[in-house]
């Protein structure tokens, strides 16, 4: 008898056709990876399970017995718990009230009790948290834990977990993985969204894989490797670009001399940052998260003002420049988080204008043809999966990265400034991007990567500087780089 059966399912939004006849099958005492793309339909899959979406067509079987799940709390009373990659907990309320909210028939609470309640809890499935503690006051890897906590705590016996690495860092991964095992072998079943194939093959026993809202196939893990599951995923078994020979580059087009900021506390995040990027090459800039590497992009487009230090493109001073002005000298931009560098609400075409409004402006107006012409050309050119009116927050995480990267390098500009480009996107994504940004540098635009994914810097820089606790440390030829030497530097060692 399977844990969980989904047969036939079919959704559509409109004319896309999320789910096609998908059928999906979850065993007792499993870690049932979900693996596709971006866009791939494992998402909306999932939220029909949770009664998040209903599915046009298709049947759900629970333990054997056909079930209509319409709401997330009559998943939750099928034994079903799902835990998202944006959590669903209250900052202001402890771990312990964020745990019962909703899950109690009683008119008036006691604190104490329902601490108890919450410590029994997590002493019984290994999930340490603090009870008492506020949820704003945890890191993001323990808010997951209490997230998992919560639905344990309303009797999950299927946990689907979207995404679950998206927003930790490797330790916390591993705490996580941890946890889950630990929990399967007292019975629970879980369901593993993910486009990670190393994760999956680490942590799962079964991988199911859809592509383009099919299933292409579902494989133990014993039977099958990283090539094959990419093959099922996108239908070839390659990914990725490999290091760089040694090229020779332009002349120095942009410096950044003692470049000092403080963050957003006021503290200083910038000591003496100082780097040259020639034309035609990639300099990657590595670092362990916080160290500075969110200032450092901050300053250089414009949103954050230096408190000391220079910044100067082919002779022209943007140190204190604002974001249009710094765009109009030729610097391309992909921000950290593609959500904050984008308009959801608006169109793909209104966001590909964004930045360049005055090109479409006729007799005082925006003239809405030629934006929607403008988009057709970018949607075709960076192979974006979506029309011109579609509004931005309803594309996947991929597509959203090729509006973002489009905007960027429509105007070809001196100088791109790619911050964490690749997160979060899936395999096919993530090579997308990375040729796009070797096909910049071979223009001859220098770029300054700044990525935590150490295998990505590797491999696509022309250089690499490393930066700690605010300072670049060193820059080296990626030719001599490996991830031992990069690893000292960024703990500071060297």
Do not use: W
Not at 309 to 332: F, Q, R
Not at 334 to 347: A, K, M, Q, V, Y
Not at 433 to 441: D, H, K, M, S, T
């Amino acid at each position: 008898m399977y844990a969980v059966e989904m047969l036939g399912i079919t959704k559509r939004f409109g004319n896309v056709l999320a789910n096609d006849n998908v059928h999906f099958c979850l065993e007792q005492g499993e870690i049932h990876a979900l693996l596709g793309e971006n866009g791939a339909g494992k998402t909306t899959l999932m939220r029909i399970l949770y009664g998040l979406y209903k599915a046009d067509a298709g049947e759900i079987f629970i333990d054997g017995k056909k079930v209509e799940i319409t709401s997330p709390k009559q998943a939750i009373q099928a034994g079903i718990g799902m835990v998202t990659q944006h959590f669903t907990l209250v900052p202001t309320l402890t771990v312990a009230e964020n745990i019962i909210l909703g899950y109690h028939d009683k008119q008036t609470v006691s604190k104490t009790e329902i601490e108890a309640k919450v410590k029994a809890a997590s002493e019984k499935y290994g999930i340490h948290v603090e009870p008492g503690a506020l949820v704003r006051q945890l890191s993001v890897g323990e808010r997951q834990r209490v997230e998992i906590l919560k639905a344990l705590y309303r009797n999950a016996r299927i946990l689907i977990m979207d995404e679950p690495t998206a927003v930790l860092v490797p330790q916390e991964v591993e705490v996580l993985f941890e946890s889950l095992l630990r929990l399967v072998k007292s019975g629970l079943s879980v369901i593993f969204i993910s486009h990670k194939l190393h994760e999956v093959m680490a942590v799962c026993d079964r991988i199911t894989v859809l592509r383009d809202g099919h299933v292409t196939g579902t494989v133990s893990k014993a039977a099958t490797t990283q090539q094959s599951l990419a093959n099922m995923m996108v239908g070839r078994e390659t990914f990725g670009v490999s290091r760089q020979s040694k090229r020779k580059t332009g002349k120095v087009i942009y410096t950044v001399k003692n470049l000092c900021a403080c963050n957003s506390q006021g503290l200083p995040a910038l000591n003496d940052c100082c780097f040259e990027l020639h034309a035609g090459e990639i300099l990657g800039v590595a670092g362990v998260s916080g160290n500075g590497q969110a200032e450092l992009t901050q300053v250089l487009t414009g949103l954050v003002k230096p408190t000391k230090g220079s910044v100067k493109l082919d002779g022209t001073d943007l140190t204190n420049a604002e974001p249009h002005d710094i765009t109009d000298a030729g610097v391309g931009r992909t921000p950290e988080d593609r959500h904050e560098g984008s308009i959801g609400t608006l169109t793909v075409a209104e966001n590909l204008a964004l930045e360049d409004l005055d090109k479409f402006i006729r007799h005082g107006m925006l003239d809405q043809s030629l934006i929607i012409e403008n988009a057709r050309k970018y949607i075709e050119e960076y192979q974006i999966k979506a029309s011109p009116t579609d509004q931005l927050r309803k594309l996947s995480g991929g597509n959203m990265q090729k509006v973002i990267l489009a905007r960027a390098l429509s105007r070809k500009p001196k100088v791109v400034i790619a911050s964490q480009p690749t997160r979060g996107l899936d395999v096919g994504a993530t090579e997308y991007v990375r040729n796009r940004l070797l096909a910049e540098r071979d223009r001859g635009a220098g770029v300054l990567l700044v990525s935590e994914d150490l295998d990505e810097i590797i491999a696509l820089s022309d250089r690499i500087a490393v930066i700690y606790e605010g300072c670049i440390k060193g820059i080296m030829p990626a030719a001599e780089a490996t991830a031992e030497k990069l690893g000292m530097m960024m703990a500071g060692a060297c």
